[in-house]
């Protein structure tokens, strides 16, 4: 029982927020930075495969065009670096409006597969409107300031973004939270009850999925800032794959776990970078394939389950092999 | 113009060979395989290494490769996908994805990313006088074989018996299973033919395209937009779905040069709006 009580959510929250706080002390400036985008990246997804049951493999569209917007913004206005990036997360959503719309309507593999095609559709257009995007050279020297002052330094804008991860998590948190997030897992859980209680669950899922569209254009857009420029790499499907990745390796419909896949993609990829290997698919495909094969409900999903286990030992462990997503098909 | 069209139902084959593999593999396993590019991809390569290190001709290499690459489709199937078969079909679409990566970085890793030459088969070389115009002789070759694979899994998949099993398998696994047929026994070969296919298609990509790491990751997105066009259960939709997008991506590039890459994509949001299930699809599938 005092396990299950040091589980809960107070001291969790706590330890993540000190985490959060203590980042780029202990790990590279811009490493840290990165972490903490793509763990709201993540969130954001997961917020789509793990409490609607939406595997979206499109979300690149959301967190490169929002870069691209974000970065224009920044260039081309000089407002603040804050007004960029909620601009850049409005124009996520506005994206992700037509595409929800032609996208909800599908189920699983399907979903996965056109959410895929309308990402590389965004993609090919970042490519070939060289005038705004700067093609294969990408929009770059996005300016890092606030009010005159400098936040170049990658330690001193971690902090200026880190507020924004945290309200976009705290968003996150609350969505699921709410009776709206409880809607989205009884359509994930059975979407033919779901639609016989009354729900319009397309209108639903379509919210959800714009909501999540924006959380992946605030980390899109904070990345895009921080690095100081916005390249095709982020349009690239890869970059929705590895988002997916995340969500798994921390554990489907965990929301915290994607961060810990964040960590552990992001700082994996980092050591193999300075280490000159280029080929990281070769390792994160592997981990990839172990985590779907043995591992399934990832490194939160697994942990969380072994406390809850020891905390009810008189009673068998439920059997929950395989995750939730499971229940949406 | 005509030529144009000629070009896009050549284009067409390469998409129409894939999508056949990737219709057939998702109707009988309920698979869609993320790492069918990466397999063509390894067909081309695979006709490359056959050529460069061992002197390998194109036409042998035409044969050996989607045999190896059929009997690796097997091994994947009967030690990893036949595992995530129960699971939600996401699984398997993930594990692909992981192996897909894998694959297409470790070919980089051999031979990096510039594109390796593949030269022409000396019999296929020159141009042929279709009447109105002169064309390349070899990218004929390619549509008239690609249209005949597609012909002949046609013609198995409508007038023989195994075919009728796969076919009942395809689209109605629990009532085939019901009347006694033993469906698991035709999901392996299945799969290793689907993945053949994919090796064939590359192959004879080989001499007309840049062979690189990179060739099937791209291809794969729009081969994925052409069977949600021709509606994902549907062998006859992804096969016509693949010539229409060739034909149609390759007179949008000679009209209208800047929407080339993107036409494939308006035109599948343009028929889930009008048939959320693809133009052969059935609604059920859903």
Redo the contacts between chains.
Sequence with gaps: MILSKLAGRPVLLAAGLVAALVLPWFVYPPVALDIVCWALFAAAVDLLLGFTGLLSFGHAAFWGGSAYATGLIALHSGLPFPVAVLGGAAFAAALAVPIGFLSVRLRGIYFAMVTLAFAQMVYFIANQWRDATGGENGLQGIPRELFGLDLSDPFFFYYAALPFILGGLFAAWRIVRSPFGRVLMSIRDNPNRARALGYGIDRYKLLAFVLSAALSGLAGGLFTVGHGFASLQGVYWTTSGQAVMMVVLGGIGTLWGGAIGAALIVELNDYLATAGFEETGIITGAIFIVVVLLFRRGVWGTARDLVAARASRARPAPDNEGTKVEASV | MLQQAFNGLVGGAFYALLALGLAVIFGMLGV?NFAHGAFYMLGAFGSFVLLDSFGVNFWLALLIVPVVLGIAGVLLERL?VH??AP?????N???T??????L???V??GYGVQSQPYPRPSALDGSIDLGLFTYPTYQVFVLAVSVLVCGAVWVVLTRTRVGMIVRAATERPELSRALGIDVARWVTPVFGFGIALAGFAGVLAAPMRAVNPLMG?DLI??V??V??IGG?GSVFGSVAAGFAVGLVSALGNYYVP?LS??LV??L??AV??WR?AGLFGREEA?
Excluded: C, H
């Excluded at chain 2, 994805?97 to 894998?102: C, E, N, Q, T, V």
């Design positions: 869609v990893f595992r995530l699971l939600d079909p996401l699984y679409f993930l594990f994805f992981g192996l897909a990566l894998i297409q970085d470790l980089k890793r990751s997105i729009t994925f937009a069977v949600v994902l800047s890459q993107t994509f308006i599948m949001a889930l709006l959320p859903l």
